[in-house]
């Protein structure tokens, strides 16, 4: 079973950019698809994006199309979302998680393994 560690949140000013690392210790990395996911206070968790295996596919909701990149490296077993343009919506706690597949379309599958996440915050 992969273990998943999210690196990167901290305080951040309007319009600007935070880089999200998911680091995963475990065999086989390059066969899991990973998904970001964010849930602010008193809201539900919003899947933000994913990438398949082997980088099969790419998903962005449409609150972030645009201003979020993601990408994976699996020779260091990590997957980063470059976050830019920033504002008071995106303020939330990220979490990666392994999924069961990404859908270009539809975003990702069902869940299994979870990191502790890391805390975004937006604000002057």
């Known amino acids: 079973q992969v273990q998943l560690v999210e690196s990167g949140g901290g305080v951040v000013q309007p319009g600007g950019s935070l880089r999200l690392l998911c680091v995963a210790a475990g065999p086989s990395f390059d066969y899991y698809s990973i998904g970001w996911f964010r849930q602010a206070p008193e809201k539900e968790r919003e899947a933000v994006s994913c990438i398949g295996f082997s980088v099969g596919s790419i998903y962005y909701s449409d609150s972030v199309k645009g201003r979020f990149t993601i990408s994976r490296d699996d020779a260091k077993n990590t997957v980063e979302l470059q976050m830019s343009s920033l504002n008071a919506e995106d303020t939330a706690t990220y979490y990666c998680?392994?999924?069961?597949?990404?859908?270009?379309?539809?975003?990702?599958?069902?869940?299994?393994?979870w990191g502790p996440g890391t805390q975004v915050t937006v604000s002057s």
């Open positions: 998680a392994t999924v069961d597949y990404c859908s270009a379309n539809y975003g990702p599958g069902s869940t299994a393994a």
